[in-house]
């Protein structure tokens, strides 16, 4: 795995009105990135929470970035905004997400196979750090809901 000590800076346009009522835009970037893991064998990922309320948040996963099995603990959208990344169901069903592709993670109360696959597999893939951008909610609304909920 790659360096992990900082995150790709991520920079942003900040449309804003100043003192005078004016229309300004400046070039920021986002910060603080803090580091963590989604389980105990995985991979460090840089993560962003946007809102300060976990529903939404930006994470980086490093070239490298690797996820062992593990359930998406809170229902969520998944939307690649940079790179790519991938995820392996228990079946063996194997999906890359590349950049404006997303996902919905609703594989909760998985259970165990003999092997001790549960949930599912995850890494980044390719040569660019992964960008996504993370919605959930922190209800039980979509946990446990089947294909087609959303249609």
Known sequence: MTDTNSP???PYWH???????VSRQTLCSMAPWTLGVLGPNDSPQWNLDLFKDGNSF????PVGWTADWHENHIPKWIYVLRGSWSVESMDGQKQIFGPGEFSF???QQCLATASGAKGHLSAQVGAEPCLQLIIQRNDELWRGVRPGFFS
Not at 15 to 21: A, E, I, K, P, R
Not at 58 to 61: E, V
Request: aromatic content about 6%; proline content about 0%.
């Open 58 to 61: 930006l994470t980086q996963l």
């Open 105 to 107: 993670g609703g594989d």
């Open 8 to 10: 790709t800076v991520l």
């Open 15 to 21: 449309l804003w009105t100043d003192d005078g009522g």
